[in-house]
C-alpha cells in the first residue's frame, strides 16, 4: 500500500482528535463518524473541498476543546411548504421514493396566533 499523502494523514490525525474530544459528550462520537463517513467517498483530487472539510473540522475540535460545548447536534432545514408542492428534491428534503428518514427539528412548530392578535 502507498504511504498516506501530508493532507491524509492531517485528515486521519483529526479524526482520532475529534474522536478523543468527544468523549464523554451525548451525540459527538457518532456525529463525528457519520460526517467522516459522507465525505469518505470524496475524490483525491477535489483538494480545495478536503481543505475546506479539514479546516471546518479543525473549528469544531476548537468548540468541542473549549469546554463550553457538552453535547454536539446538528442543524437541518426544515421542508419549505413551496419545496413540498413542486417536489424538486432540495437538500435537506424527503425524496419521493419514501426516504423517510426522520428530521430533528421537523417536529418543532411555530405556534399559531389568532388574527385578532390575541
Same mark, same amino acid.
Given at each position: ?48 473541498? @478536503? ?56 417536529? @418543532? ?10
Amino acid at each position: 500500500m502507498s504511504r498516506h499523502s501530508r493532507l491524509q494523514r492531517q485528515v486521519l490525525s483529526l479524526y482520532r482528535e475529534l474522536l478523543r474530544a468527544g468523549r464523554g459528550k451525548p451525540g459527538a462520537e457518532a456525529r463525528v463518524r457519520a460526517e467522516f463517513r459522507q465525505h469518505a467517498c470524496l475524490p483525491r483530487s477535489d483538494v480545495l473541498r @478536503i481543505e475546506y472539510l479539514y479546516r471546518r473540522g479543525r473549528r469544531q475540535l476548537q468548540m468541542l476543546r473549549s469546554g463550553h460545548a457538552t453535547a454536539m447536534g446538528a442543524f437541518v432545514r426544515t421542508q419549505d411548504p413551496t419545496e413540498e408542492s413542486n417536489g424538486a428534491g432540495a437538500p435537506g428534503t424527503l425524496s419521493s421514493e419514501g426516504d423517510d428518514r426522520r428530521r430533528p427539528l421537523d417536529s @418543532i412548530r411555530t405556534p399559531k396566533t389568532p388574527l385578532d392578535g390575541r
